[in-house]
Every structure is written in structure tokens, then in C-alpha cells.
């Protein structure tokens, strides 16, 4: 049995919420949390002065991509994926087992691992559990994620059950393999969206004994009404005193939805990739910065907003960045963004630790369907 | 007769090159200076604060780009350049001429002024002298320069004659129509590359009188010598008391070499395009990032630079961002190619006031010799 790196700081006593931290080897941070990803080694369009200016805490990196391009061996060689990126704060490396997934038609999974095609070059490449856990100790995260298989949606109960099954299989060779215990190792429970198959998961991954327990598998295009539902049920059979973390969720609704039933971690490339799209988060809803109502429009993105680009950019120049495709679009979009999830976040945890949840997540769709009026 | 918005510092005793500042109605900067080029109202992949931590004292706006999109009434009705953009410091904008000329194919100049095609959906725009000096006023910039008519290399003598004339004449309609006197307006010397037109060209403008001069149509694909040899004898006839300001212009050692010949001013997307290139400049001479000798280079871009990049990544790690097409590749390479091209400045307006600028002038070659050698 491992200590585990949760503290619980508080409770909501309306709801599942919960307001705690997580200790690692780079410094503590704060639940729930929302973890910005850094698919390449960079959160894309921004510095890790900017990620440490708008309150990020704690970062992604992805396997499958630092696997690929430029490889781990390269990284542990100048000294690991903080020094690489110039960031000193925790991060989390997910396995690879989603891209495997998602990036590569030609994937096959056989009880030994995954063999895939680069999504570069095409070459033939092979990932084991213990291949993962080898690339994220040289890349020297602070927590690593056992390899998964992802199982799409809809998958029927058979297909669900041999892959849950393999990977608690596989999730029982990565504890094996995992050398370096400054490192944190998560479960990753599947199950598809079978509650029993879930719960079953859960008891084989809590038996091997992990460092924290994901949810993977959702989020792959079930409608959200399944997700929450799934979300809610794992999420009450999960471990209490570690780590709950929702893989690859999601929208600002999901992250309010998903805190109310009691999740503490979060990534999703939404806010990055929206933000290089020219789609803005703010605190009344979403804003294209295209459409041509903000042509002269001297207000900031977000009226109730502070972060560096509500202070000092109005809408219009936003606009016409985006619209002559200069390269700050995406840097101040993705600055606005980022800021939006990690504050949303903060105040969760504040209305949290004042045991006003659920007054919060009243409010915050109050304010919302109003602007969907004006 | 204009007060001239230049003060002279000193001189170095054995070459033309000389320190001094210039006023505007945003600050004054130091002379020698180099000014980045903020073509669409952003310096491409910087922030305003990467500017001023890397140390730019001015910028330049393109008045075409701006005219053509998003529109000077537009930046005027929300409060002019300096706000839009959220720059405080000094701002010159050129007049639109270059870019007709080098954008547009469809160009036509005539007594009245420029017609040409947007580069963007091909309407048919128009621009006078005085559209010009409107559309720099409405933006508000801190010097403005007459719309003139640049000459391609090589023109004949009856070619060149008629284009310096038809400058002349517009700079002194330009004169006519600049109103706000916080604005300060330069004159455009043309005269291609023959000498006493240049020196005729000088003429008619200081008989106009002008906050400062600048010297055109260089840079425009003559051999270097001959860019030389125009700079040295045009700046020459140049008045002292005022700026004098080489359009365009250009690698390290042009400006090193423009510098000992007199000049105050300069301006030139070599550092912000070659860094989105990925071409580095370097104390040592030039780099190119993507080559495969630094894959595994932990070393900074340059030794002897202290810039945020230098400081805080390896030449491994900005090789992955290039290859990987990540946007912080263009931001880091810009920041530090802008650090080169602003510290090189300072480091000759030192040397300049410690009167050892052609000691300053053989160690920046020799250090360069040196590294080819590398």
C-alpha cells in the first residue's frame, strides 16, 4: 500500500465536492485543479511565464508526442522535461494509450502492448506498458499514467470486458516496472459505460495500489448525459484519500458538473485549441472574435475578467489579429482561455472552502443564460 | 523652418558615426537605434512587453497594411495605434509607398498619387500624399514619412530623374497637409544610385524642411557595395542637426557599417522574418536551428547573450519547437533575434561614448571570422 499524495482540506456539504492538494516531487498544488496541456513540450502559443502569471499550477505533457518527436532518451539526456520546457512546476504525462487511440488507424493492440504507425513519418513503432512507464521516468513527470487501451464508444459489453481487462493486466505490469518513486503513478480505471464493469476496474487497479485513480474512456463521444452519469457513479466507488482525475474533460459546464460530483483533476486541449480558433471563454458564454459585430468594439473579451488580455486589448484588436492571422491571436487568445479555465477553478475552490458550491454552480449558469438573452 | 526634434551627443573622433536622441510626443529614444517593424499593428509573435524587456525604445507600423486592414478610422475611433495595440513608447510609420511598390503588381502612379490593388481581395484602393498623411495622422504615430515613389534597381538616369522629381513634389504637398504638429513628418530622399540626384533630392527637401530625413530606395537589390557607397555619400549631404534614418536596412553588419557612416535610423523585418524562419543571429555569426547538429545541443542559442531565451532554453529544445511547427518556435526566435538586433544598437551607442567605436567595428568581425572557423 502506497501513502498517498492527497490531503483532503475540506468538504462541500451539499455535494460530492471536495477542496484538497496534491504533494509531488516539484511542489504542491491545489484541487480541483485544471491541468493545461503541453502536447510537445510546450503549451501551445505560451510561455511558462505566461502559464505562471495566469495561475497554472500544474501542466500535461503527452508520451505519444514526446515519444515520437523528439524521444525521450533525447529529453532525460539535457535533463528532463522541466529543464527541456523551462517549467519547474509539477506535470502529468498521460500514457500515450489515447493517441495510440485516437492519432493512428493502423493501432494494434495485442497482449504484449500497442504497435502503431508514427503519425510523422509512418514508421513502425511499439509501445509496452513498461515502454511507457521507461519513456515517462526519462521524462521525469511528476505523475505518470499506466498504459491504457481506450475503448471507443459505442463498444459492446464483450469488447468492453477484454479491454478493461487487459488493461488492469497491463496496469499491473506498469507498477512492476515503475522504479523511480519520486514519481506518482495513476490508475487508469476503463470500463466503458458499463457501471459493473467500472466498479470491477476500480477493485482490480485499488488492489495493485496506485498513487491516484483516473477516469479514462470518457469523453470519446457519448452523449453528456452518459458521461456525467458514468462520471458521477465512478466517481463514488473511486478510493476517497487519492487523487480523482477525469482524463480529457472538458467544457466549462463539464469541469462545474464534474467538481459538483466530486472530481479534483482536469485537462482538456479545449481552451488552447479553441483559443487558436478565435473561439473565447468568458464569464456570460462563449464569443467567436470573428463575427464582424466586433469590428469596433472597444471592450475587452470578458468585462468581469482580469487577466493581461481584458487589461490591456480591446474585442477589436482581437479581431483583427485573428483576422490577419497574426501569431499574437493565438498568444492572447490562449493567454484569455487558459486564464478562464485555471480561474474558474480557483473560484470552485474558494466557493468550496466556504461551502457555497452549490450557490457557485447556480450562479455561474445564471450568468450565463442571461447573456444568452442580450 | 522646423526645430529639429534631434539632440547630438557626441561623435566618435575617427569615423561619421555619431550618438544622439530624438523627442517625440511618446518619448525620446537613443540614437543609433533600430526599430522593429509591427507591420499589422503587432510585431509578429511578441507582446509589447517582450519588446520592452528585450529593450525596443520605437517600433515601426506599416501605413498600407493598416490602410488596407483593419482601416486608420477605425484604430482612430478607438483611440489611435499606441492604444490598438497597447504600445506606449514612440511608433514611426512609414508612408505606404514601399509596399505599393513591392505588394502590388497592379500599381499606377500618376501626378495625383498611388493606385493600386489590395493584396487582400484585389479592390482598387488610392493613395495621395495627402491620404497618406491623413491616414498616419488618424493613426497617430509619433513620425510620420511622405508618400514617395520608390525606384527599382537598376533605373535608368531619365527614369530615376522623373520618379525623385515626382518624390519631391509630394513631399512638399505632404508638408502642406500635415496639420498635427505632435507628429513629427520626414522627408524621403530618393535619387536611386546616382549621386548628384541624390544630392538634388536632399535639396528640394531641406528647402521644404523636415523633422528629419530619411534616405530610400536602398536595399532594393543592388549589390551591397554600391548600398554602401550611396550611404556614405548621401548621408554626407544630409543636414547634421537633423535625423537621419536609413529605410529598410538590414543584416548586423549593414547596420555596423551604416552606423560608422552616420547613420541614426533603422528599421527592417530581417530579425522578425529569419526568426520565423529560424534563422538566428548569433555574436558569432548566423544559425539555423533546424539543422541536425543540434538535436542534442544543450547550449544556449549564443554564449554571450543574456536574453530571456538564452537564458532559459537549449539549442536542442528550440530545434524541437521549429520542427514540431510550434508557434512558441516563432515567439522564442523572435525575442531573441529582436535581443540581437536592439542590444547590437546599445552596444555601439556605448562605444560611440566611449569613443572606441572602430575598436567596437574590428572585434565584431573578428569574433565572426573566428566562428567560421568553428
Redesign the interface.
Known sequence: MTVSPFRLICRSSKSAARRGEVRTAHGTFQTPIFMPVGT???V?????ENLKELGAQIILGNTYHLFV??GHQ?IK???GLHK???WDRPILTDSGGFQIFSLSDLAKITEQGAAFKSHLDGSDLFLSPEDAIEVQEALGSDIMMCLDTCIPYPSSRDETIAATELTARWAKRSRVAHQNRDQLLFGIIQGGMYEDLRAQAIEQLVEIGFDGYAIGGLSVGEPVEIMREMTEKTIALMPDDYPKYLMGVGTPEDLVESVYRGVDMFDCVMPTRNARNGMLFTSTGRLVIKNARF??D?RPIDEACDCYVCR???R??L???Y??R???S???NTIHNLHYFVSLMAKMRQAIEDDRFEKFRDDFYAIRSNQDRA
Open positions: 510537445q513540450a510546450t501551445k502559443g505560451v510561455t511558462p518527436r523528439p533525447l539526456q539535457l535533463g527541456f520546457m523551462n469590428r469596433d472597444h490591456h486589448y480591446s477589436a484588436y479581431r483583427h489579429l483576422m490577419a497574426e501569431i499574437l493565438s498568444q492572447l
